[in-house]
């Protein structure tokens, strides 16, 4: 078992645990949505997502994102995932993130959809 994220205590009074692919869909949700510069032994680690929150909306922006979250998901997650694809599109005031990719440890194939509105 794996630490849950967020953190937090269980109803047992312990660190609450996850089984790995969730831990994996929690390690990915942590990168897409830290800062670079955010974490003081890691200056480059995140993706800059929330950087491009007040960004207008357009494809532009989805293609900047979509080029940001790839590398950093390679640098930082290559030895726990392998991307089969990633879609980020821009449609009215919604980005959405599409990510498909295998678990090494397991072999299993999930697909993350990540949605949020953004400034017009």
């Known amino acids: 078992m794996d630490i849950d994220f967020p953190f937090h205590v269980d109803a047992r009074g312990r660190t609450a645990d996850t089984d790995h692919p969730d831990h994996v869909r929690d390690l990915i949700e942590q990168l897409l949505f830290t800062t670079p510069g955010e974490r003081v032994n890691r200056p480059d680690f995140g993706c800059g997502l929330l950087d491009l929150l007040f960004e207008p909306n357009s494809p532009e922006l989805a293609a900047a994102l979509g080029v940001s979250a790839e590398g950093a998901l390679e640098r930082w997650l290559g030895d726990v995932i392998t991307v089969d694809s990633l879609v980020v599109t ?31």
């Open 90 to 120: 821009a449609q009215e005031s919604t980005l959405r993130i599409e990510l498909r990719y295998v678990v090494i440890a397991t072999g299993e194939r999930r697909t993350e959809l990540i949605e949020g509105g953004a400034a017009t």
